[in-house]
């Protein structure tokens, strides 16, 4: 097997070329399984995204994929390509033990509701990627693959991380605030947050109920819409998903958008945070762009945006981490025991504030979505940060983890450093599919191959 693509290279293909090769015979997963490990134990000494794998767990899990390939059953959307699991999700067979000393040695024996649905797709689990401590601010001890002096951000970091070094073509993790969004624009891949309620998070670690949400990375739209697929959908397990139909992404990503899209430019309330050369790189996109992006500012209530989401969020955490305060206060970071100190003072009436700001703001942005397509934005103040202390400022993804809507980096730009700078495109609450098909619009827009649409919105039809 094989085919025209060396053994070496198939560690490079992406998610959709690999399934599609296995699917036709030209590739076995253990064939692609062994590429990633060979591709592992030549980058990860020096990136360390991976916080437990063991090669004989994920190859026998490729071998009984060829099998079930060889009985002529059909095949999951994902079968036999390999996929990495942020270190706060459940895999029975695996260690999960969510970045921190006082969870050593634990191994959950039931999948998660993420976990189960990988392997009904097909999936082979690879292994368990790094993450921060408790999902939090902490980092752990993974590098950016494009500079290993600097952090990949975080807390999905180790995720990011591993996609980005060609390790393994797909990869899942968290967001509590920016912790998919902002690595995948350090790392210079893409980075998929649905919409609030699509994935579930049961066996996951609770950090914050209402702001948690399970993402992915990977090396296109495409691939982030596939994985999506396999993963969305009602959990009665989960009391925040939605009981509705499956959202068919990929069909709708490689659809043509039924008019020309129109993307807002919006600053941000914390815009005076941004780096001049990202300042610069969006002032030529949007450029470039001409008269398919109008600038927006939005409504004055967004101000308080980060304020009410810090609430929520602290207090919260403060709830959910009170267990691991009780077993050993002492083993948490400094920065961690603060978030929570901070959390234990949050008054009741600010969080049910906070709860009742959500749907005041997605109103507003209703109003946006009414003449736009997607919100245009950074993903991050800047290129990657030198130094691994810090994961870097989630500023820029707060205000859309706040009000639950879908959100997706692209790696379309390049700071000063020659680093990565990530594309955040917003989307309107329940279409996300929407969202991934003006990204990947956008994308042939760049790079002048753009499918041929309409040019004005006919009358009757909105966008």
């Known amino acids: 097997m094989g ?14 070329e690999a399934r599609g090769r296995i699917a036709r015979g030209e590739t076995s997963s253990v064939e692609l399984v062994e590429a990633c490990l060979a591709r ?8 360390r995204a991976w916080a437990h794998l063991d090669p004989a767990y994920a190859l026998a899990q ?9 009985t002529g059953r059909p095949l999951g959307p994902l079968h036999g390509v390999p996929v990495g699991l942020k270190d706060v999700i459940d895999a029975a067979g695996l260690p999960c033990e969510n970045g921190t000393v006082l969870d050593s040695g634990r191994r959950p024996q039931e999948d998660s509701t993420v976990a189960a649905r990988l392997r009904a797709a097909g999936a082979v689990i690879l292994g368990k990627t790094v993450t921060t401590e408790l999902a939090v601010y902490s980092p752990g001890p993974t590098a950016n ?3 290993t002096g600097r952090t990949p951000g975080g807390s999905s970091s180790g995720s990011a991380a591993a996609v980005a070094a060609r390790m393994v073509p797909l990869a899942v993790g968290t967001q509590t605030n920016g912790s998919v969004i902002r690595p995948a624009s350090f790392c210079g891949v893409y980075g998929y947050k649905p919409g609030r309620g699509m994935i579930s998070r049961r066996g996951v670690l609770v950090q914050s109920p209402l702001l948690d949400a399970i993402g992915v990375f990977a090396r296109s739209g495409a691939d982030c819409a596939l994985i999506a697929d396999a993963l969305a959908g009602y959990d009665p397990g989960d009391r925040g998903t939605r009981l509705e139909a499956f959202p068919a992404l990929a069909r709708t990503e490689a659809a043509r958008p039924p008019v020309r899209p129109l993307l807002a430019f919006v600053k941000s309330p914390v ?30 209530a967004f101000a308080d945006a980060h304020r009410l989401h810090g609430a929520l969020m602290l207090a919260d955490i403060a709830r959910n981490y009170a267990r691991y305060t009780e077993r050993g206060a002492d083993s948490l970071s400094a920065r ?3 978030m929570i100190e901070e959390g234990r003072a949050v008054r009741a009436v600010d969080y049910a504030a906070a709860i009742e700001a959500i749907e005041s703001l997605n109103a507003a942005l209703e109003a946006i979505f009414d003449r736009f397509d ?3 934005t950074p993903a991050a103040a800047g290129e ?12 820029f993804c707060t205000i859309w983890t706040f009000c639950g809507v879908p959100a997706l980096t692209l790696p379309l730009l390049v700071g000063p450093a020659g680093l990565p700078l990530g594309v955040q495109l917003v989307g309107r609450r329940g279409q996300d599919g929407r969202l991934l098909r003006t990204a990947r619009w956008l994308v042939g827009r760049l790079a002048g191959a753009a499918p041929a649409v309409p040019e004005e919105r006919p009358e009757g039809v909105a966008r």
Do not use: N, Y
């Open 3 to 16: 085919g025209d693509v060396s053994k070496a290279a198939l560690a490079d293909l992406d998610a959709g």
């Open 40 to 47: 592992i134990e030549e980058r990860d000494p020096a990136v």
């Open 62 to 70: 490729a071998e009984m994929r060829d099998r079930q390939r060889g």
């Open 145 to 147: 693959p494009h500079d």
């Open 271 to 300: 815009w005076d945070q941004v780096e001049p050369g990202t300042a610069e790189a969006f002032a030529e996109l949007c450029a470039e762009l001409g008269g398919d992006v109008a600038e927006v500012g939005l409504p004055p």
């Open 336 to 338: 961690l025991r603060g």
């Open 374 to 376: 997607a919100i245009l």
């Open 384 to 395: 990657a940060p030198v130094g691994l202390g810090s994961t870097g400022s989630p500023a």
